[in-house]
């Protein structure tokens, strides 16, 4: 039986065993070095197809991973809802300058959503990476989850002090996050995606309690899982500290959970097995302790220490920090070929 | 009479930590009313209830949420007592110059550092978000600053930062200016390697970092 990336990753995530560890990026990977070797940079890649593919397909070609994915930013359905966004240049990620709306206007859903921004870009970037990749590594293609689209609809402070005191005025807003990540979800698919990654950073225990958590996050990132079940296994990664809410997380009935190195995987893993849950952990290589500063030498210890830990794919915690040298990533994934996976 | 101030300066501590914002405003109201001495209800309610909140985020009890609900209610009976603050000439208020780096519009963790600055009695220069490596030493040479404190929420803009330091030694000026940095994806490690000053993992202990740098000088500097 041939083993490649994409069969490799899948099947991890599964629970199964496969010929040896597998490893992706998570959440972006994008870097200085990756624009230089693969001739597309920002800001042109998070707007243009073919550049964000291309980007994107160094992922495979020159990292090594096996797993691409698009896009690199967390902005892209803020913009298509009317957000102001401020552009990023070469060096950084496009930015939320003005949300959508005010808190207590009606969120309205735009009718062309998935035309609107860069939807359509990222939608053609999967079907390129799909035809030119996919019968080799996994395509990825990551949305912004529920509590957090609706967070940046409003400004998240505004957002945050709501859901104190008056939880239920961001009730329309997560209704309607959850609507077009539906919405967008299935457009990702349809374009090839073979995984998707909710990325619901700001749904981390940093940020709000673990009852917060439950009731503002949690369901809506179920509906999403739900609506989209069957069609592509589904990677949630929340920022932070988790511990706390790793079964609630597990509940949503999400394919695999990505996690920075501040979770005890270790224990979220015993805490699984007593409560007879399956769902895989996927990090935790620091993106800034192992990967940015470290040496090639340091990434594979954090590689063989998240290993230890539990974790049944190896990804860096977080954002690849786009000063990362490509030897630096190189390292994390030749450490996670020489770990076996047993399943 | 004492005891009623003292009472008052007690309920604006709670108020602050139970994140009551009508509350806070109408005992600042009633404690000027009485004609008590506003820099006392700052300095001893406001600033030790939001002190306390500050300790339970530590602990995990608070959230981001908490806080910023906690500092809605200081800012109420903040804007209270402020015009009936008896200015002391004080040449020891030290100033601090705050932002959050460029490329980076998150600023709810800058804000909270800003208040428990504040609230420990510092002047804060806040330059606000995506703010340009140039302009925090721009502020900072024109305000006589005693340090310059830099944030981030994300892997992709930390680059700022080091910047910062580099545009500092570049003009000599690091001695003038210690750089104390933090936010979500900041290490002691990283502020070590930028030639940072200090690092610090929340608003809380911001304080206490931003209280060693000012107060040590250059030569003792803590070692981040």
């Known amino acids: ?343 | 009479m004492s005891e009623g101030k003292e009472r008052i300066i007690e309920a604006l501590a709670s108020a602050v930590l139970n994140m009551e914002e009508d509350e806070a405003a109408s005992l600042a109201s009633e404690y000027i009313a009485g004609g008590h001495d506003a820099y006392d209800a700052i300095e001893r309610g406001l600033s030790a209830g939001m002190a306390e909140a500050g300790r339970l985020f530590e602990e995990e009890e608070y959230f981001i949420p908490e806080l910023l609900m906690c500092a809605d209610a200081m800012n109420a009976a903040l804007d209270i007592l402020k015009p009936h603050l008896v200015k002391k000439e004080s040449a020891s208020q030290a100033t601090v110059v705050l932002g959050v780096v460029e490329g980076d519009t998150h600023d709810i963790g800058k804000n909270l550092v800003k208040i428990m600055l504040e609230t420990a009695g510092y002047r804060v220069i806040d330059l606000g978000r995506d703010i340009a490596p140039k302009d925090f030493v721009r502020a900072a040479e024109e305000n006589g600053a005693s340090a310059i404190a830099i944030s981030t929420l994300m892997t992709t803009t930390m680059g700022g930062m080091e910047e910062v330091v580099r545009l500092l030694e570049e003009q000599a000026l690091h001695d003038d200016f210690p750089v104390i940095v933090g936010g979500g994806p900041i290490s002691p490690g990283f502020a070590r390697k930028i030639g940072a000053d200090a690092y610090a993992s929340n608003a809380a202990e911001a304080v206490r970092v931003v209280d060693n740098l000012v107060n040590r000088g250059t030569a003792e500097r803590i070692a981040v």
Not at chain 1, 91 to 110: N, T, V, Y
Not at chain 1, 190 to 213: F, K, N, Q, T
Not at chain 1, 318 to 340: G, R
Request: aromatic residues 4%.
């Open chain 1, 1 to 343: 039986m041939e083993w490649n990336g994409k069969k490799r990753l899948l099947t991890a995530i599964e629970g199964g065993a496969t010929d040896r560890m597998p490893v992706i990026s998570v959440c972006q990977y994008a870097t200085y070095e990756l624009m230089e070797a693969t001739g597309a940079f920002w800001p042109e890649a998070h707007r243009d197809a073919d550049k964000m593919a291309r980007l994107s397909a160094g992922g495979a070609t020159v990292l090594g991973l096996d797993a691409v994915r698009v896009p690199y930013c967390q902005t892209v359905e803020a913009e298509a809802y009317g957000a102001t966004i401020k552009d990023g240049g070469q060096k950084h990620i496009p930015s939320i300058d003005r949300p959508a709306f005010a808190l207590g206007e009606e969120p309205k859903i735009p009718q062309d959503f998935l035309a609107r921004g860069r939807i359509p870009a990222v939608i053609e970037a999967i079907r390129i990476l799909k035809a030119e990749l996919g019968e080799k590594v996994a395509v990825m293609g990551s949305l912004v989850g529920p509590f957090s689209v609706a967070a940046s609809l409003v400004g998240i402070a505004p957002f945050l002090k709501a859901s104190l005191k008056k939880p239920d005025s961001l009730l329309p807003y997560l209704e309607a996050a959850t609507k077009t990540a539906i919405q967008y979800a299935k457009a990702m698919t349809e374009a090839g995606a073979d995984i998707l990654v909710i990325e619901d950073m700001m749904a981390s225990l940093d940020m709000i309690s673990p009852r917060a958590y439950k009731k503002l996050a949690a369901p809506y990132e179920k509906q999403v899982i739900e609506a989209v079940g069957g069609t592509a296994p589904v990677i949630l990664h929340i920022c932070g500290k988790l511990d706390a809410v790793m079964t609630y997380i597990a509940e949503t009935g999400v394919s695999a959970i990505s996690v920075e190195s501040a979770v005890d995987v270790h224990a979220a893993l015993e805490k699984f097995h007593e409560a007879g849950i399956r769902t895989p952990i996927l990090g935790a290589v620091h993106p800034i302790h192992a990967l940015l500063e470290g040496t090639e030498e340091d990434v594979a210890a954090a590689v063989r220490k998240s290993s230890e830990d539990g974790v049944s794919v190896i990804s860096p915690d977080c954002a690849v920090a786009p000063a990362t040298t490509i030897a630096n990533i190189k390292a994390m994934a030749e450490a996670a070929k020489k770990i076996e996976n047993r399943g």
